[in-house]
């Protein structure tokens, strides 16, 4: 198990553009182990490369410590309804703030094998999956949050 430093919010590396995944390799393997124990180490539900310094369109998701998802060059195909809601993020640790997001999406990535899957999340799932997309355009919920950031009561939910 290692863990990697999350960047926080004003580190130049969470508004650059990630470049997409060509190919499979043992660094990049050693990388998604590393961004789960990362993630699960910060109570966290989701984590972007980026965020942990590395610009490749990786993202992993466990939206309840059971359903581990890792998704290599993903993108959302289909957005539908809307949700809105508490959003933090595990490089705005301690805040929280009211997001829209769309309540179902439909994506495609590739597994760590490179293989191509599709994925269907509503509620939170769609909420991570859009979060998480976003980071690799160095988009952050900051940056649309409906009113002030709040402190976060512990246990909540951290992308
Ligand atoms: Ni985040």
Known sequence: MALRNIRELGDDVLRKTSREVKEMTPKIQE???DMFDTMYEADGVGLA?????????IVVIDVDDEHPLV???PEILERKGSQTGYEGCLSVPGKSGIVTRPNYVKARALDENMKTFIVEGEELLAR???HEVDHLDGKMYVDFVEGDLVSTV??????
């Not at 512990?154 to 992308?159: T, V």
């Open 31 to 33: 990388l998604i182990e």
């Open 49 to 57: 490369a980026p965020q942990v310094g590395i610009l490749k369109r």
């Open 71 to 73: 998704m290599i060059n």
């Open 128 to 130: 991570a999956i859009c």
């Open 154 to 159: 512990s246990g909540e939910d951290e992308e």
